[in-house]
C-alpha cells in the first residue's frame, strides 16, 4: 500500500507560481512511477505531468510546469510557473509501481488532491 498527502495548492493571480508537494508513505521502493492529475469542475480528470526516471507534460503546461523528487524527503513536487486562468482545478497526485504513463487508469494510489484557483 501507498499513502500520498498532496500540499501547497491555494489561490494566486494570472502569471503567478505555485508548488506542490505530494509527500509518499507506506511501500514507496515499489514505486517506479508518479504523475499529477488535475480536475476542474464538470471536466474529466486530466494528465499534467509525470516521471520518476523519465518526465512527460501536457502540451499545455510545456515550458511553464516542471515535475522533480527529493528522495530524501520521500516527495514529489510539481513546480508551477506562469499560471493561467485555466490551469484552476484539484491538483491530484498518482502513483504506481509499474513506470510513469500518461494514462490515468493506470495509476493504483492518488491523494486527497489539493486546490489550485488562478484569478485572471
Do not use: H
Not at 75 to 100: H, I, W
Not at 102 to 118: A, E, F, I, K, L
Request: proline share 2%; net charge positive.
Amino acid at each position: 500500500q501507498v499513502q500520498l498527502v498532496e500540499s501547497g495548492g491555494g489561490l494566486v493571480q494570472a502569471g503567478g507560481s505555485l508548488r506542490l508537494s505530494c509527500a509518499a508513505s507506506g511501500n514507496i521502493v515499489s514505486i517506479n512511477g508518479m504523475a499529477w492529475f488535475r480536475q476542474a469542475p464538470g471536466k474529466e480528470r486530466e494528465f499534467v505531468a509525470a516521471g520518476f526516471r523519465a518526465t512527460y507534460y501536457a502540451d499545455s503546461v510545456k515550458g511553464r510546469f516542471a515535475i522533480y523528487r527529493d528522495n530524501a524527503k520521500n516527495t514529489v513536487y510539481l513546480q508551477m510557473n506562469s499560471l493561467k486562468p485555466e490551469d484552476s482545478g484539484v491538483y491530484y497526485c498518482a502513483a504506481r509501481f509499474l513506470g510513469a504513463t500518461m494514462n490515468r487508469n493506470d495509476y493504483n494510489y492518488w491523494g486527497q488532491g489539493t486546490q489550485v484557483t488562478v484569478s485572471s
